[in-house]
Nanobody, 120 residues
Framework: QVQVVESGGNLVQPGGSLRLSCAAS????????MSWYRQAPGKERELVAS????????NYADSVKGRFTISRDNAKNTVYLQMNSLKPEDTAVYYC?????????????WGQGTLVTVSS
């Protein structure tokens, strides 16, 4: 099994920056990709950014391109989300997801979420 724990959520003013962290534990050698999702009040959960473990290939939602950067530190089994030029519409609970190989196939591990509030 794999477990992930997010941290770094906070209240920040519009235009500010914040860095989220996601630490994985357990069978981390089975992880092949990690992602950040977010869910705003009354809205569906959406993909923000993803990164592959080996090549470091990244993918971003159009709404965050040029402002957010996802990165990984494989030695620490940690993924980061650097968020710059934050907007009120970025307010949401941010979730980390790890995709990994299990005995029966591909599995997912989700964190409990960390709240990001962008407000003056």
């Amino acid at each position: 099994q794999v477990q992930v724990v997010e941290s770094g959520g906070n209240l920040v003013q519009p235009g500010g920056s914040l860095r989220l962290s996601c630490a994985a534990s357990g069978r981390t050698f089975d992880i092949y990709g990690m992602s950040w999702y977010r869910q705003a009040p009354g809205k569906e959960r959406e993909l923000v950014a993803s990164i592959t473990r080996l090549s470091g290939s990244t993918n971003y939602a159009d709404s965050v391109k040029g402002r957010f950067t996802i990165s990984r530190d494989n030695a620490k089994n940690t993924v980061y989300l650097q968020m710059n030029s934050l907007k009120p519409e970025d307010t949401a609970v941010y979730y980390c997801k790890a995709d990994y190989r299990g005995i029966v196939g591909k599995l997912e591990a989700w964190g409990q979420g960390t709240l990001v509030t962008v407000s003056s």
